[in-house]
């Protein structure tokens, strides 16, 4: 075994939780499969765990209208210049389209992709699996056994092949910066759980059935999960204990809930919670974030989604702007106001999405952000990126260790 993988099976510092042996083939795999051109630029750390590139906004379609021409190859641009280096992009399954109705399988024409490659590096990774309001999808099917053998088969092929390129989705002109190269784009399942709040789009019998089936597609594949709770913490939480042994690890991400459910989130210890914008929208939200150990966090953007607006408690810590113009006055070389994107980092040493950032360091009365921003991204190493846990480990340890709460 690579002393990169032993290093995670032992602390190497105050700020790392021990791995078991056992487990350790997972992370062997993904130092086997994930780029290594990151390990030989150690400025560069800097991801979004969590970006829905098949959301309509992103082809630009605002509720339902065209406002401008789909622009992810100018959002990609934009995070790359940025700084950003990695993305995880959030598979959308559904089950619609000619493929699916003939073989009762995930449609891959509905899907994102599966090893987006930047002719630079890879930058681009994604999840594999079914939303919680989207579970239906299962019976719908028609045969649900036979759809979920369709996505252990997806997640193998992305892993063992990472040569999926679904360049149609995102539109032609992106295929000029696309290479499929063989490093595994796949890096968890999910996004998956329980979503009470929305049980008009998939009732709360038939969302716990199939969340706890992808547990054993986890368990399958050998790969974290990337977990999603709304108003349903007790539920959630009882799934969880009984399949913690099934996944290595995991975020449960755009954390919305109180100090209480935290807290039983926290009592998983291969568990991390996701912090955005909307985590951050009520000082009872703020509460929440600040009992959650920084060595148990990571931040996100999940745009286009929750950016901090004017109105959330956490905007009194937010220092920093992108520019943004209206939808209808589309700008090319500006944001889209009203839409979050990964490219809203800070252009240095910070490694994860700039605000959000700010409003953790602020809440919690951390003055190291820098020194925050690092343990954050050793945090998102440890779960989805081993490979590089070494680097990131090498970065968190200069100077004082630990940071002051």
């Not at 799934?239 to 954390?255: C, D, P, Q, T, Y």
């Amino acid at each position: 075994m690579s002393s990169s993988v032993r290093m995670i099976g032992k602390s190497t510092s105050q700020t790392l939780l021990s791995v078991p042996e056992d487990r350790s083939i997972f992370f062997t795999q993904f130092l086997l499969t994930s780029p290594l051109s990151c390990r030989r630029n150690r400025s560069r750390r800097k991801a979004d765990i969590a970006v829905n590139f098949t959301d309509s906004m992103f082809k630009g379609i605002y509720n339902g209208r065209q406002c401008h021409a789909a622009d992810i190859p100018t959002v990609l641009a934009r995070a790359w210049s940025a700084g950003v280096d990695r993305i995880i992009v959030m598979l959308l399954l559904a089950s619609q389209g000619d493929h699916c109705m003939n073989q009762r399988r995930p449609s891959l024409s509905q899907k994102l992709m599966i090893g987006y490659r930047s002719c630079y590096e890879g930058r681009l990774y994604c999840t594999v699996g079914v939303h919680p309001t989207r579970c239906k999808e299962f019976e719908d099917s028609g045969d649900p056994d036979q759809y979920f053998q369709a996505l252990v088969s997806l997640a193998r092929e992305g892993i063992e092949k990472g040569k999926w390129l679904l360049s149609h989705i995102l539109g032609s002109a992106f295929v000029a910066v696309l290479d499929t190269a063989t490093a595994s784009p796949v890096v968890a399942i999910g996004e998956c759980g329980l979503d009470y709040d929305r049980l008009h789009f998939c009732p709360a019998e038939v969302q716990k059935k199939y969340f706890e089936r992808q547990f054993e597609l986890a368990e399958a594949v050998k790969l974290p999960m990337f977990l999603h709770m709304r108003a349903a913490a007790e539920d959630f939480c009882d799934i969880l204990k009984r399949n913690k042994e099934r996944f290595i690890a995991g975020v449960a991400h755009s954390f919305t809930g109180s100090a209480e459910e935290c807290d039983k989130l926290l009592a998983f210890e291969n568990l991390f919670i996701g912090i955005n914008g909307c985590s951050l929208k009520t000082h009872e939200n703020l509460d929440a974030l600040c009992g959650i150990p920084v060595e148990r966090m990571m931040i996100e953007t999940d745009s286009p989604y929750c950016e901090i607006r004017s109105t959330h408690a956490g905007m009194q810590f937010v220092k920093s702007n992108w520019p943004s113009k209206k939808k209808e006055k589309y700008d090319p070389d500006s944001a889209v106001k009203g839409r979050n994107e990964p490219c809203f980092v800070r252009i240095d040493e910070s490694s994860l999405p700039r605000q959000v950032l700010e409003v953790v360091a602020g809440a919690k009365g951390i003055g190291e952000i820098n020194r925050l921003s690092k343990v954050l991204y050793h945090n998102t190493c440890r779960v989805f990126f081993p490979n590089d846990l070494d680097t990131a480990a090498d970065a968190l340890l200069e100077g004082d260790h630990g940071i002051n709460e």
